[in-house]
Every structure is written in structure tokens, then in C-alpha cells.
């Protein structure tokens, strides 16, 4: 959900009416590309603000597909790979209507141009959000049927026969009774000379001969031989290796460097000292490492020198005091609660997490008088352009940013301030410079996920059932940054996703966001973005609110889903698979979690041991997920895998926090991952229908950490509302 | 001062520091970026080399510490008989997501399977637990080593 909330507010109508409706528009145009092949322009729907409103009747494309006269088909395509698997299921989109085999279609990525490449659900050129296949599902297929059409209505003036009397297949146009044939490379001139036909029909479900299957990924072979280039791997000729010391409090200056000792170590070749940092330019990262631990720098730590994060947890929960923005409201919360029997009362609190994506920020650039050249792995190419414009004092068309694969995004490759400190460096380097973020610089400086607070009550009735649900929370709003028209009357659709519009029947809630932004630590979306926080409150909440009740936790939410069919499937699936209710050992425990984010269903199911000293061990997840229309299974299974893997990591290790300012944890000794002894054994179930196609790549994440902690609380009777998991409050009594 | 290094059967002649990491060495030098820089601790397993094939953090190892060892990468790990099997498992099971950390993971893997031809899921742990994947591909590289030891049968 999150980003297209503002979409179809702006708009008044959902992705799919949109596309369709563009469709009437003619939202595609073809003709005859250079080298005489068929070219077809897309229109990828945009829909923010008024301006791009008043642009809807023009038609300006902003993907193409070109079918070459040697046959090869290729997309050229605006978004970006990172593990996702976006690169393997958006060609099936098109090879599915086009009658091609996968290895047929071929990919370039899209220059950064915001007008162009807008993803439409975002408004922007970004990928993230789970919305890469939501986005193109419906448009991509539509332009590959139409491109068939024309193919086929090329073939059949060629023969002089009915178009209905000829089929395609495997690249070819066939005329069935004949068994003549033309391959698309011989019909693709003709092709683009053919009309735009109309309304093309789409095909069935049940005709899908890619969609729906284990297609092999396409990004594959490179990255299992060393022959992938990430951004950190690229190497323009006479390129220089930075290295970088930020201030170590934010907003702090640097006041002095002694810089002796740096430059007499064999490799390096230039300080580089700017307002709040200092960089170590060098022949080779080991030098520049080196130079950098000789520099002696002193820092002027500025305002926020004593900053600790139990300041800003308290300055969160007082403001969770006062009234904040009512981001949804069901009947009376108040005359409900009075009439309760029961009354449950919790506050929750979620820490700032860094990203910590396996490959460390890097950005290489090279600055001229006239121009500026940018190598990174980027999420929203055209920001990162934008942001090097900017820094470089350029206009952006003398900006060219050469885009990589991504070694993790998770969100913060979303963000642009490594592109503009490298630029900052670039700018007094002569020639190409890589500047390479340490991994304590990139833990310590990055944008996080927010602290939250979050106040609740509920109130239930005789039987149990919960007739009053109130939560009032408070942190930082990425949106109002990000993309400030997301922002209005003091909510964002972000920071609410997960605590509003709630699969459970509650005849009276009420929600409040108070935004709050603690000053001396910048945050940003971190995988599973608003839901990170919120599933794990609400599906915590549910579960105080089941043994409030003395009720089965799975049975409990099931007897609330009546208006919620896709929630209660997924929440039985899971149980069964995970033999809800079997007896297990002591200090070992299940718990649920039931969550619709993204536009897709999930209910996990986490089983946990709780060992005597207080460790924690998921040892096994089941999880049931409809995602509507499955794009490649195998991808789907495999972003569960990983999404639970990474909230697994938050639930038990993700923390960080300040003292004096300063970001007190650095690699990963004191930010810690997962590990293979560690990691769980995970069942997918996948739900098959035919409904839209919902995101994949956060859900995982913002589920698991509630069916974690749930688990803990059946394992030990201890309710865990602070997160990560506190070892020694599970500890055993001796 | 120059050192003589052998990576992959080849001799390479650099002019570093005797402290610098093996991995800045091979990176940004002899401009094999196939192995990754994680963590410069040791602690993530992302710059695995085999050093006389035994599975070495080339961030921690002094480019004067490896002496006439043979050095071997990612770029040749597929020209060992282990290394083979991996690389096919990790294709066929779809291992890989982001693939940042797969250089690393499957130098770790192909020791293993070198030295252990039927690990068990302890030898595993043992043998993996020291390299990180952020995008937890876990799962999927416990089995791929598995099927990649069947393999072997």
C-alpha cells in the first residue's frame, strides 16, 4: 500500500482502472525504430499533482520495447535490480502476451529521467515499495499483446489472409492452415508501419504458459562467478580510491586536521577536507584505510554533542501524551472503552535501525569543467542525478550517472547523500574518484529507520471480543522528506500503513499519528517501511488482547476476519502447516502474526526455543501467502525466505542507539546479523488465485518480528514490547 | 616494497605496503573485483579467497603474509572440481538474490565440499556461519550445498 495510497488519493481510482483507462487513451504508440525494427512507446501511468494531470491527454512515453529486424526483442526498462528478482519478472510480463520464450527478451536499464521513467505508483523514478511488478502488470502485458497483434496483422497482409487465420508462437507468426511462418525479425519493419490496434484482449489466467511459473533468474550466472559489476566494482581508467571520516556526531564540523602522518603512507595521494568530513584519496583502498587512521582530526561535535537515544524515547512517548493527527477513526472509541469489561493498556517501542546492506556505500565520480560522471547502484536513478547536478553546480543534462547492480537496498540506496558527498570529494580530486564507505562510516552514517513510540488501550467485551481499539504513536515521517506532497494535515500514508484500515472487524478504532522528528539522527525507509513498526504493535497488541481474553491466539483473530475471506485463508494455512496447538517442549513456544501490506496477505506462524540463559532460537517459520496473481513462484518463496530472514536479524540484534551523540554501534560485532547456525528452517505456502498482484519484497520483514515475539510469550509467559528481543529479561530463574 | 603474488596460476609483481590487505591487493590493484569488501574485520566473510585452498578473510591477511601460496578467487573457483559443483547448484536452487556476498559464500562452500565431500547440516553450520547474507539466502545455500555434495556420489 503505503506510496499508492497518495496515487489513487490524487487520483480518485486505483492502478488497474488507471491502466485500463490509459488504454482507451491510447497509452501506447508504435512505428519503426532506428535499424528498421517495430518500436512500441509505453505509457506507465504518473499520477501526482496537477501538473502531471494536465499532461494526462499528452502522450509522452516512458518504457520502450524494440523488436529488432534480427529478431531480438529488447525492454528497455526503469527499474532497478537489487536481489528482487525485478530483472526475471517484468521480461515475463512481456514474453508471456508476445509468444517468446524468456531468453528471447533481452534488458537495458533506462537512463535517469524523471519524466520518463516515472514507476507508477511511486510518482517517481524509484524502486521500492514492493511495487516494480504491481506497477508493470498490467502496462507491460498490454504492450506485448499489442506488439503481437501487429506482428500477426503484418503477417497476415503479407499472405493476404484473415488475421484470426494465423497464430503466434516461439517468436514466429504462423498461418495455421498453411504452416507457413515469419519470425518477428523478418515482420518487425512491417510491424511498425501497422496501426495501433485498440483494445487488444488480454490473455486468461489459465492460459498463462510463464506467468505463474519457476522461471530461471536472468541475473544469475554473473553473480555466481565474479564477473557481476556492482557500483563499488566499477573502475573508469586512472580511477582514485577515497576513504572517508565524517563527523561522528550529526551536525558536527571538523575543526582541525593534522594530516602529516596520512600523507606519508605509500599510496596516498591527497587529503580531502570539506566542512564535515574528511576524505583519504589514495591508490588503493588499503592506503586510503591507512591514511585515514593516521589522520589526527578534531571535531566540533555542534549542537548535538550530548544527544542520547533514551532523550529522544522519552521526548516520543511525551508527545504520545498529547492529541496528534487522526489518521483513522471507527465509531466511538470513547463510549465503547466505558462500557468494556476488560481494559488492556501497552505501550510499544521500536528502536532506529541502520540498513546495512553487504556492500558498503560507495559512489566513483568524475568531475570536469563541463561535465560530471557518476558510476553508483542506485533505487532512484534520477535523485541520484539530480543530487550530483546539484553538488557539481551543473545543469542536469551534463550529468551522466552510469547505474549498477545493487549488492542490497532495503531503502537506502533510495537516498542520495552519498552521491553528494562523493561529488563533494570529486569536486577536488583531478580525474575519476571511488569513494568507499568504511563499514563502520556506513553503520554509523546512515539514514534510519525510525524510533517509534506507540500508546494503546483496548476494551473487551464479556466474551472477550475487542469493541474498543485505540493507538496513538509518535516518530519520524520519511514521507514529509522524501516526497513532501505525501504529506497533509499531519499524516503520511507511511508511517500509518499497518495501523489503519486493519483486516480485523473492530467496531470502534481509533488511530493517531503525532509526527515528532528527533533532531541529531536522520532517518529514512527501511525494508517493510511503515509496516516494520506497525505490524509488530498491532499483531503484538492482538496477542495481549487473545490472552487478555484467555483465547487461542490464532482462534481469536480468525473470529474477527468475517469481512476479511484472503486474511482468514492465509491465517489457516499457516496454523495447519505449522501444526497450531501440537504440544511442544517447555520454554519453546508459537506464535502468529496476520498482516495485508503491499497489497498482499500473510500470516506467519514462528516456533521459538527460549534457552535458560535467555538466547533466543526461531527454529522453524511457516508462512502463508497470497500475493494475488504469482509472477514466478520461486521468486515469491525466495523474498519470503529473505524477508523473514532480515526481520529475524531486527527482531533479535537490530539496534541503534546514541551516546554523546554519536552512533554507538560499527560493524558487525555490535550490529549484528543472522547467521546460517542461526537461521530457521521456512515453509512457504503460496495461495493461488487470480487477484491483482500484491508486493512481495517487504511483507516478510514486518511480519515476522510480531510472530516472534509471540512465540517468546508462549514459550515463557514474558510480553516482549520493545524490540530487539531483551535476553536477560528471558532469562530463568536459577 | 614489490611483492610476488600467484593468483589463479598467475604471477603478479605489486608495489604495497607489506601490511596491505590481500583483498585491496587483488581489488583495486590487479582490478579482480569479483571478491567483495563487507566488513574489513573478518567478521562477514564477503572477501574469501583460498589460500593453498584453504578458505582465508582476505581483509585481515597482509599481502606479506601470503608468500608463495597460490592464491585462488572467484574468477577461477569454477576451474576446481568443487567449485564447479557449487556454482551449478547455486544455479539450479536460484540461490542468489542481490549476489553481493555469493563471491564469499561460495568460496566458503567450495572448501567445504573440497575437504568435506558429504558435510553434514553441523559441518555447514561450521563451514558458513562465518559468512554473511543479508538478503538470507540461507536456506537456499544449505541446500545447494547438499545437492552439490549428492553430486559428488
Not at chain 1, 411 to 435: C, F, H, W, Y
Not at chain 1, 478 to 499: C, E
Request: proline share 5%; aromatic share 6%.
Amino acid at each position: 500500500m503505503i506510496l499508492d495510497h497518495i496515487v489513487s488519493r490524487t487520483t480518485g481510482s486505483g492502478q488497474f482502472e488507471r491502466a485500463s483507462e490509459l488504454t482507451r487513451r491510447g497509452f501506447i504508440q508504435a512505428g519503426v525504430a532506428a535499424g528498421g525494427g517495430l518500436m512500441l512507446s509505453l505509457r506507465l501511468p504518473l499520477a501526482r499533482g496537477e501538473a502531471e494531470a494536465a499532461d494526462a491527454d499528452r502522450f509522452a512515453p516512458n518504457a520502450f520495447i524494440r523488436i529488432d529486424r534480427d529478431g531480438r526483442i529488447v525492454l528497455i526498462m526503469p527499474y532497478v535490480e537489487m536481489g528482487q528478482g525485478t530483472y526475471t519478472a517484468i521480461p515475463m510480463l512481456i514474453a508471456e502476451e508476445l509468444e517468446v520464450d524468456l531468453n528471447q527478451v533481452h534488458l537495458e536499464h533506462a537512463p535517469p529521467n524523471e519524466k520518463l521513467y516515472v514507476n507508477p505508483l511511486l510518482g517517481v523514478q524509484a524502486t521500492g515499495n514492493s511495487n516494480a511488478i504491481r506497477g508493470a502488470w498490467q502496462p507491460l502485458r498490454q504492450a506485448g499483446a499489442t506488439a503481437r497483434t501487429m506482428l500477426v496483422a503484418a503477417a497476415a497482409k503479407r499472405w493476404n489472409v484473415d488475421p484470426a487465420s494465423c497464430g503466434a508462437q516461439s517468436g514466429a507468426v504462423l498461418h495455421v492452415t498453411t504452416g507457413r511462418s515469419f519470425t518477428y525479425g523478418e515482420l518487425a519493419g512491417d510491424a511498425g508501419r501497422m496501426p495501433v490496434p485498440e483494445n487488444v484482449a488480454l490473455k486468461r489466467h489459465q492460459d498463462f504458459r510463464l506467468i505463474g511459473t519457476r522461471a530461471k533468474r536472468l541475473d544469475t550466472p554473473a553473480k555466481v562467478n565474479g564477473t557481476a559489476v556492482y557500483g563499488i566494482d566499477a573502475r573508469p581508467p586512472g580511477v582514485k580510491i577515497a576513504t572517508l571520516a565524517q563527523s561522528p556526531v550529526f551536525g558536527g564540523r571538523v575543526k582541525s586536521v593534522d594530516d602529516r602522518a596520512a600523507k606519508a603512507v605509500k599510496g596516498v595521494r591527497q587529503i580531502v577536507r570539506l566542512d564535515d568530513a574528511v576524505a583519504v584519496v589514495a591508490d588503493h583502498m588499503g592506503a586510503a584505510k591507512k591514511g585515514l587512521a593516521a589522520l589526527v582530526i578534531a571535531w566540533d561535535d555542534g549542537p548535538h554533542a550530548k544527544l542520547d537515544t533514551a532523550a529522544i524515547a522519552s521526548e516520543l512517548e511525551e508527545a504520545t501524551l498529547k492529541p496528534g493527527a487522526v489518521a483513522q477513526n471507527i465509531g466511538d472509541v470513547g463510549a465503547a472503552m466505558a462500557r468494556a469489561i476488560t481494559r488492556v493498556e501497552a505501550n510499544y517501542e521500536v528502536p532506529f535501525l541502520a540498513h546495512a546492506t553487504m556492500e558498503p556505500m560507495n559512489c566513483t565520480v568524475h568531475v570536469r569543467n563541463d561535465g560530471c560522471e557518476v558510476w553508483v547502484g542506485h533505487q532512484a536513478l534520477a535523485r541520484a542525478q539530480a543530487a550530483a547536478a546539484k553538488v557539481a553546480g551543473l545543469p542536469l543534462d551534463k550529468v551522466v550517472v552510469h547505474n549498477h547492480l545493487i549488492g542490497g537496498g532495503f531503502g537506502r540506496r533510495l537516498e542520495s547523500d552519498g552521491v553528494s558527498r562523493a561529488v563533494e570529494i570529486a569536486k577536488q580530486v583531478d580525474g575519476p574518484v571511488k569513494v568507499v564507505w568504511t563499514r563502520e562510516e556506513d553503520i554509523q552514517h546512515d539514514m534510519y529507520r525510525p524510533y517509534w513510540f506507540d500508546r494503546l488501550s483496548a476494551g473487551l467485551d464479556g466474551k472477550g471480543r475487542p469493541i474498543a481499539w485505540s493507538n496513538r504513536f509518535a516518530g519520524s515521517s520519511v514521507i514529509a522528506r522524501w516526497l513532501p506532497p505525501g504529506f497533509k494535515d499531519g499524516l503520511d500514508p507511511d508511517s500509518t500503513d499497518g495501523a489503519i484500515d486493519l483486516v480485523y472487524d473492530f467496531p470502534n478504532m481509533h488511530v493517531e499519528y503525532v509526527r515528532v522528528e528527533p533532531l541529531g539522527i536522520p532517518t529514512g525507509f527501511w525494508r517493510s517501511v511503515g509496516p516494520s513498526h506497525n505490524v509488530f504493535v498491532t499483531e503484538s497488541f492482538m496477542d495481549e488482547l487473545a490472552a487478555a481474553a484467555k483465547q487461542d491466539a490464532v482462534a481469536y483473530r480468525r473470529a474477527l476476519l468475517t469481512k476479511s475471506p484472503r486474511a482468514k485463508t492465509v491465517i489457516d494455512l499457516a496454523a495447519e502447516g505449522a501444526g497450531w496447538g501440537q504440544p511442544l517442549p517447555e520454554r519453546v513456544g508459537r506464535g502468529v502474526s496476520l498482516q495485508n501490506a503491499f497489497a498482499t496477505y500473510m500470516a506467519h506462524v514462528a516456533e521459538v526455543e527460549v534457552a535458560k540463559n535467555g538466547a533466543v532460537r526461531v527454529r522453524r517459520v511457516v508462512c502463508a501467502v497470497d500475493c494475488g496473481t504469482v509472477v514466478n513462484p520461486d521468486t515469491v518463496r525466495a523474498q519470503v525466505q529473505s524477508g523473514i530472514i532480515f526481520g529475524i536479524t531486527a527482531a533479535l540484534y537490530g539496534e541503534i542507539t546514541l551516546k554523546n551523540g554519536r552512533v554507538q554501534q560499527a560493524n558487525f560485532d555490535t550490529y549484528q546479523m543472522l547467521r546460517m547456525n542461526e537461521a530457521p528452517a521456512i515453509d512457504v505456502h503460496i495461495v493461488q488465485n487470480s487477484e491483482p498482484t500484491g508486493g512481495m519484497g517487504e511483507c516478510g520483514t514486518s511480519a515476522i518480528v510480531p510472530a516472534v515475539a509471540n512465540a517468546i510469550f508462549a514459550a515463557t509467559g514474558k510480553r516482549l514490547r520493545k524490540m530487539p528481543v531483551d535476553v536477560a529479561m528471558l532469562k530463568q530463574p536459577a | 616494497m614489490a611483492f610476488t603474488i600467484k593468483v589463479n596460476g598467475s604471477t603478479h609483481s605489486v608495489d604495497v605496503d607489506g601490511d596491505t590487505p590481500l583483498l585491496w591487493v587483488l581489488r583495486d590493484v590487479l582490478g579482480m573485483t569479483g571478491t567483495k569488501f563487507g566488513c574489513g574485520m573478518a567478521l562477514c566473510g564477503a572477501c574469501t579467497v583460498h589460500l593453498d585452498g584453504a578458505p582465508t578473510r582476505s581483509c585481515v591477511t597482509p599481502v606479506d603474509s601470503v608468500g608463495t601460496s597460490e592464491i585462488r578467487t572467484i574468477e577461477a573457483i569454477g576451474a576446481t572440481a568443487a567449485g564447479a559443483k557449487i556454482q551449478k547448484a547455486w544455479l539450479d536452487l536460484e540461490v542468489v538474490q542481490c549476489g553481493y556476498c555469493q563471491s564469499g559464500q561460495i568460496m566458503s562452500a567450495s572448501a567445504l565440499l573440497a575437504g568435506n565431500p558429504h558435510p553434514t547440516d553441523s559441518d555447514i553450520d561450521d563451514a558458513m556461519s562465518g559468512n554473511i547474507c543479508r538478503c538470507g539466502t540461507y536456506v537456499r545455500i544449505r541446500e545447494a550445498i547438499k545437492q552439490a555434495a549428492q553430486s559428488s556420489r
